[in-house]
C-alpha cells in the first residue's frame, strides 16, 4: 500500500526558506507523479506543483505564482521529493499536501497528512 509523509512545516518570516520533504512507501517513486499542493484557511486546495521522472531526469512544473521562487527534486534513493520554497511570502501559508498518482493515471490517488506552514509579515 502506497503511503505519503510529508516533513518540514514550520513558522518563518516574510523572505525566510523552507524545505519540504515528501517520502513514499510502498513503492518507487520514479513510478509517480508527484505533486504538492497547498490549502489556506478559507479556500479551495490549489495547485503548487508537480513532478515526474523521465528516465533518469525531473521535468518539474509549477503555479505561475511561485516560479522562480519554489523548487521541487527528488531523490529516487530515499524515496523522496522535495519542495524547496525561498522568499516565501504571507500568502504562501497553507498546509501543504504532497500527492502521487501512478502513470497513466489522471488522478492524484495518494495523499499525505498534511504539513502546514506558516508565514508572518
Known amino acids: 500500500q502506497v503511503q505519503l509523509v510529508e516533513s518540514g512545516g514550520g513558522l518563518v518570516q516574510a523572505g525566510d526558506s523552507l524545505r519540504l520533504s515528501c517520502t513514499l512507501s510502498?513503492?518507487?517513486?520514479?513510478?509517480?507523479?508527484v505533486a504538492w499542493f497547498r490549502q489556506a484557511p478559507g479556500k479551495e486546495r490549489e495547485f503548487v506543483g508537480t513532478m515526474s521522472w523521465i528516465g533518469l531526469s525531473l521535468t518539474a512544473t509549477y503555479r505561475d505564482s511561485v516560479k522562480g521562487r519554489f523548487t521541487m527534486s527528488g531523490d529516487s534513493f530515499k524515496n523522496t521529493v522535495y519542495l524547496q520554497m525561498n522568499r516565501l511570502k504571507p500568502e504562501d501559508t497553507a498546509v501543504y499536501y504532497c500527492a502521487a498518482r501512478a502513470r497513466p493515471s489522471d488522478e492524484y490517488t495518494y495523499w499525505g497528512q498534511g504539513t502546514q506552514v506558516t508565514v508572518s509579515s
Open positions: 510502498g513503492g518507487s517513486i520514479s513510478n509517480y507523479d
